[in-house]
């Protein structure tokens, strides 16, 4: 017999209610339940980081997540990041202006985990940077335009506006 | 959707034992970064689960009364690296766990997970062999305390005793191993990121006052054989002896005495071994530096 | 030319960066039927019987169809426009599913069910019984008189070999005092890696099938799942979303044949098809690992007197591509480096692995391995700086091929390599790193290459194209050319903008889905050829249309045509500039002009009867540890010729990621399978190793910009061309390192050990040898 549960928790930012089967994964659930299709799936064995969501500010793969385990929590998708005025966050107008995007299926959880990555303030090496971005992969770009854009957005979010136009 | 027959998820650590002892077939899951890989290819494809992802009160490190360092089974990888406890006196451990898969299977991967489930790659291991760490274990008995190299049995296998209802409660590590004490873990992979070790080396020493002696070294490896291990040849080779160049060579020489590493499709044998020498060697210049002293 | 050339955004880029941009499975209609494909578990033999009954027994299996139950209808997949002869004709050699299973991961049964889980359990529950045969893996033993016979229609297994001469080789390499570099090369099966898997769903319409599909090639396509079901090509309509990369793994008929079939064996109920990761790699295409051997025989400067070239290319299992990858490949050796005594030979070989198709580069990749590998070190034999040594040989200025009539009309090789000479600080970096000593070394290595843009003349190279003029003065485009990821989109807004007198790229909206009932027909995207070929379908139909509404212009302005253009979206009054009315005011009144309406369009097809080669090199700088045998690439720099920058942004970021594939293909990546049972062991994105963030230098992408003559904007490939010179940059720059020629690819630390061991650098007296 199928097994269903009850689930409450938050996305982008409303409350919301939903019976899942406890077979589903967060990315069944987001995708099927809430129709927020910007997490895609690439592997499903967490592996690509396509299919990536905010859980309580962390980077998570929504596709090694059981559904259930979203009881009470707080999740951010791709969708969630537009402002209510229809501007977009500087991490995803980033991505837009650096060419960082090409068939744009990495392209929502790349932007998820820098946004975690933004939100801790911090100023990242190089190195750093290019260590937090590893869980995703993507063949159109060779990550060198995702990177900057990050970059580039770290370093204005610090208030560094002239060093981020320096960034190559 | 996952190829599940039940999910039972604990709301505390008594509640999980009572699950397990109701359904001894059903499989743990913490994290789930291994065992929903696995029932996605197949392997535990059908099974039950008894989910304690969550039982926050095995989540978190804190220092006990004895001042060993209480790591709860739950902690996920990220959040042991971030520490301030860890950081302080077993960094390696928070870098080497930094060096798991990619950061969203860190924001979730627990070292619970990584030690039960028996693997001799898991990053975890071989640093925590290297400190001796001790595993907690908790059943319908109360807790029952093993030595890291006594929980694994064999590839795949821990001691858990399921008739016990048991399940993993926190890895500790004393006092007396950390104290003066540093080390270094190289991960030997065939990328830098989102991979399994072909071998991790883990080192760690404590010098003489003077900075010229070891005192103790200890070595363990992953990927060196089928479950991870300690290298006692080589640690009795270089204990008491004097911190030099030729004498961390012969040490690294040394470990081919104990390791027995297998050819598979991922590296010969005699590749491991090689490079298994040169990261002891490398681990133990780098703790040797990270313990103020100088090769 | 002003929006021609300008790095603007993407038309995409902010649905993408939104997440709003579907793709097929984020269109899939609600209650489709899952289907799992069962897979052959083992590598050759026969399906003596499949055991259904556990599978149907299962609570929402809705139907099980297996290898016996298929039409018995062999089809062609490769994504190769239809030819008339049918001597030219891609082979047809596939089934829906197979009772002859020739690879391990072969299709032997469906299982159609109610939802995912139960198509699983349904694929779990099949029991296949198998008359097994022996396999064979390798193409030299496959080639071997007592080898397994794969295909009864092709005995001895080589499903094509073609050769090529030149001169005379044997009577050239009698000359006295030549040297002769000689090696075997070795490229390995690799797979593009596309982040979304190929997925497709199809369900009957008024008696059609529809199938929407993460594809490259719509029209093509629909073309194949008629052959494949026997049904009219017209009664097939095909759709394409966006997709989520495709780098020629989707320039090929994957599930969609099967799909569609499924789809009518439950009565037209919309049936899909998710390929899982492990099945990308394994059952839908790979690249053809290519085994060289190359025979130069060098005159004491150097120059070349002879070459033999035997190129054994490892098909797989079934035919698709086929013979066109090796025998690119083949074509290339002299062109690159022209020599007057040429014999080559290239062989097509079917083998117990996954299927070879079109995959980035096709064919070059591999040869550019092999023979800037060859040439490195011919270089080396006479002591000649490499650099040096590809300026004074490499194809001249002027240079035409016979068969394709490219020609170099510039000297773009040497304007290339110049550039990348001066960006990386060759000559002062080869000489820093001559003759060290030590553990850890550096190095610097280059290589070139060439590149066919389009298919001319080998195959059909047409481009249709619809335009309107929609009311508010912008215009709406229709391509029969995909947007796969690489930009197209952006760049055909560009083109037409640029030939409509638009003021802006954004003034033009691009169609991006194909559907076969509605958009003209073309050929997709595949080869390096979407900009080029669109060019002309672009400009030709842009003028139609201009010329439309330069005629109702002329109506309401009183103006001769002829003395009007649009300019900044306005008609203007060409003798002195004067803005007559605005294109929206012109299409307003022309649509509701009650006593001449009309809706303004244009629509043209263009048979393009040209090619154009694309040219570039790459430079790498590495750092090895020998001990730990390990490459640290510290540089990489790609220089490209490809025409004139219709989107220089966008250029480079395509850029970057060929070089990016390069870069696994020359240190990391690889299928492997077990050479006792043909399993393939590494088929997931763990044990196959695309790169990470943390595996890249910086990335360096420069351009010379020499403009292509035939092109209506003066463009050429780049959409391969990345892909090509990066490895054996990598290769070369090893080699100036250590000292070490290592002739296959890639190069793991598992192979760097095996060679330092031979060359005698694995020991452990460094410091004896550092003194």
């Known amino acids: 017999m199928a097994q269903y549960k009850l689930v409450t928790c938050t996305i982008n930012g409303k409350k919301r209610e939903q019976i899942v089967d406890v077979r589903a994964s967060l990315t069944d659930m987001i995708r099927n339940n809430f129709h927020l299709t910007s997490v895609k799936k690439g592997c499903e064995v967490g592996e690509c980081g396509a299919c990536t969501v905010l859980i309580d500010g962390e980077a998570i793969n929504s596709c090694l997540y059981l559904a259930v385990w979203a009881e009470g929590k707080n999740i951010i998708t791709l969708e969630g990041l537009m402002n209510p005025d229809g501007t977009l966050s500087d991490i995803q107008q980033a991505f837009i202006d650096e060419t960082a995007i090409q068939c744009g299926f990495c392209t929502p959880g790349f932007i998820l985990t820098a946004t975690e990555i933004l939100n801790a303030g911090v100023e990242y090496t190089d190195d750093e940077l290019r260590k937090l971005l590893s869980g995703h992969l993507c063949r159109c770009t060779g990550y060198q335009n995702i990177f900057r854009a990050v970059k580039k957005t770290m370093l204005r979010r610090l208030g560094k506006d002239a060093e981020a136009e320096l960034v190559k | 959707m996952y190829d599940m027959k039940a999910l039972y998820e604990a709301t505390s650590v008594e509640n999980a034992i009572e699950l397990r002892l109701e359904h001894p077939e059903a499989q743990i899951i913490a994290g789930g970064t291994d065992v929903l890989v696995q029932m996605r290819e197949g392997k535990r494809a059908g099974k039950e689960l008894i989910s304690i992802q969550g039982l926050d009160e095995i989540r978190g490190v804190s220092m006990d009364e004895n001042e060993a360092i209480r790591i709860g089974s739950l902690t996920t990888f990220s959040h042991i690296t971030r520490d301030p406890i860890i950081q302080k006196y077993i960094n390696v451990l928070g870098e080497a766990v930094d060096m798991v898969g990619g950061p ?8 619970g997970g990584n030690t039960c489930n028996g693997v001799t790659s898991a990053d975890s291991a071989s640093t925590l062999h290297a400190w001796e760490a001790i595993i907690e274990l908790t059943g319908k008995n109360g807790k029952r305390y093993l030595p890291i190299k006594d929980f694994y049995i064999k590839a795949g296998t821990v001691d858990i005793n399921v008739a016990d209802g048991e399940i993993q409660t926190a890895v500790i590590i004393p006092k007396e191993s950390y104290d003066r004490t540093a080390g270094f873990y190289i991960k030997y992979a065939m990328r830098n990121a989102m991979d399994i070790a072909t071998t991790g080396c883990s080192v760690n020493c404590r010098l003489s006052p003077d900075k010229k002696t070891f005192e103790r070294v200890r070595i363990a490896y992953g990927v060196a054989g089928p479950v991870p291990m300690r290298v006692p040849s080589a640690e009795a080779a270089i204990n008491g002896k004097e911190v030099t160049l030729e004498n961390i060579e012969m040490f690294s020489k040394t470990v081919l005495e104990d390791i027995h590493p297998r050819d598979s499709w991922r590296a010969s044998k005699a590749f491991r071994q090689h490079i298994a020498v040169e990261m002891a060697k490398r681990c133990l210049i780098e703790s040797v530096k990270r313990c103020g002293g100088d090769v | 030319m002003s929006i021609v050339g300008k790095s603007e955004v993407r038309v995409d880029a902010f649905d993408k960066a939104t997440g709003r941009t579907k793709y097929y499975e984020d269109r899939m209609p609600a209650g489709a039927l899952y289907a799992r494909i069962k897979h052959s578990e083992i590598a050759h033999g026969y399906v003596k019987s499949i055991d259904t009954s556990a599978a149907e027994a299962i609570e929402g299996v809705v139907k099980v169809l297996t290898c016996f139950d298929v039409p018995d209808i062999a089809f062609p997949t490769a994504g190769h426009p239809w030819s008339m002869d049918p001597g030219h004709q891609d082979v047809a050699d596939r089934h829906l599913l197979n009772r002859h299973v020739r690879y391990y991961g072969d299709e032997v049964a469906v299982v159609i069910a109610e939802n995912e889980v139960a198509a699983m359990q349904g694929v779990r529950a099949l029991k296949v019984e198998y008359d097994v045969l022996p396999f064979v893996l390798d193409v030299q033993k496959a080639m071997e008189p007592d080898a397994p016979q794969i295909h009864e229609e092709c005995p001895g297994n080589v499903l094509k ?54 594809t490259q090639i719509p029209h093509i396509i629909r073309r194949i ?12 309509q095909i759709i394409k979303p966006y997709i ?13 044949p099967l799909c569609a079939w499924c789809s009518t064996q439950v009565n037209g109920r919309c049936v899909r098809i998710d390929c899982s990761r492990e099945e990308t790699f394994v059952s839908n295409r790979v690249r053809h690992a290519i085994r060289f051997h190359i025979i130069t025989w060098l005159h004491q400067d150097g120059s070349i007197a002879a070459r033999k070239i035997e190129c054994f290319s490892n098909q797989g299992a079934y035919a698709s591509h086929g013979h066109s990858i090796v025998a690119k490949a083949m074509g290339s050796f002299p062109q690159i480096y022209p020599c007057d005594n040429v014999q080559a030979d290239a062989y097509t070989v079917y083998t117990n692995r996954p299927v070879a198709g079109a995959m980035r580069g096709y064919g070059m990749p591999q040869a550019s391995f092999a023979d800037d590998a060859n040439i490195e070190d011919c270089a080396k034999a006479v002591g000649m700086n490499p650099l040096e040594y590809r300026n004074k040989f490499i194809m001249p200025k002027g240079f035409e091929d016979g068969f394709s009539h490219n020609v170099n009309y510039y000297d773009s090789f040497r304007d290339c390599m110049e550039k990348g000479r001066v960006a990386i600080d060759y000559d002062r970096k080869i000489k820093e790193y001559q003759n060290q000593t030590g553990p850890v070394r550096r190095g610097i290595g280059m290589a070139a290459f060439w590149y066919n843009t389009a298919v001319y003349p080998i195959s059909l190279e047409t481009s249709s194209n619809r335009m309107q003029l929609n009311l508010d003065g912008t215009v709406t485009m229709q391509c029969g050319e995909t947007e796969i990821g690489q930009g197209a989109d952006t760049a055909y807004s560009q083109m037409a903008a640029e030939v409509l007198g638009l003021s802006s790229y954004r003034d033009v909206h691009v169609v991006s889905c194909q559907d076969t009932d509605i958009t003209p027909t073309g050929l997709g995207a595949y080869a390096s050829r979407q900009t080029y070929v669109a060019g002309f379908s672009i400009r030709q139909t842009g003028e139609l249309l201009k010329k439309k509404i330069l005629a109702y212009a002329s109506k309401l302005t009183r103006q001769m045509a002829e003395n009007m253009d649009i300019r900044n979206s306005s008609i203007v009054r060409i003798m002195d500039g004067k803005v007559l009315m605005s294109l929206k005011e012109l299409a307003m009144t022309a649509q509701y002009n009650a006593a001449d309406s009309e809706h303004i369009t244009a629509e043209s097809t263009y048979t393009i009867r040209n090619n154009a080669y694309s040219f570039g090199c790459s430079f790498a700088e590495v750092e090895v540890d020998i001990p730990m045998c390990k490459v640290k690439l510290l540089r990489l720099i790609n220089v490209h010729d490809c025409g004139k920058l219709i989107n220089p942004a966008l250029a480079e970021a395509q850029v970057h990621g060929g070089m990016s594939m390069a870069i696994g293909y020359g240190l990391s990546e690889q299928l492997l399978f077990d050479e006792k049972t043909g399993r393939p062991l590494n088929n997931n994105l763990l044990d196959y190793k695309i790169s990470t963030t943390m595996d890249h230098p910086d990335l360096e992408a420069l351009f010379v910009e020499n403009p292509e003559p035939t092109s209506p904007f003066g463009t050429k490939a780049l959409g391969e061309p990345p892909a090509c010179s990066g490895a054996p940059a990598i290769r070369n720059a090893i080699l100036q390192a ?34």
Not at chain 3, 165 to 183: F, H, M, R, S, T
Not at chain 3, 229 to 234: E, H, I, K, M, V
Not at chain 3, 750 to 758: D, G, R
């Open chain 2, 104 to 111: 969203q299977i860190r924001n979730v991967g627990t070292i």
């Open chain 3, 161 to 214: 070999h073609t050769s090529m001469a030149k001169g005379n080789y044997d009577e050239a390499i009698q000359e006295p005092g030549l040297i002769k570099v000689e090696g075997w090369y070795e490229t390995p099966m690799v797979q593009h890696c596309h982040i979304e898997n190929h997925g497709c769903y199809a369900y009957g319409e008024n008696g059609r099938i529809t199938v929407v599909s993460s």
């Open chain 3, 225 to 236: 799942v008629g052959q494949a079901l026997g049904r009219p090509w017209a009664d097939i």
């Open chain 3, 244 to 256: 989520g990369g495709g780098f020629g793994n989707k320039q090929d008929a994957l599930y969609e």
């Open chain 3, 738 to 771: 250590t000292g070490v020629s290592i002739d296959k690819t890639p190069i793991t630390p598992h192979v760097l050990y095996a060679e330092f061991s031979k060359a005698g650098l694995i020991h452990d007296d460094w410091e004896k040898e550092g003194k």
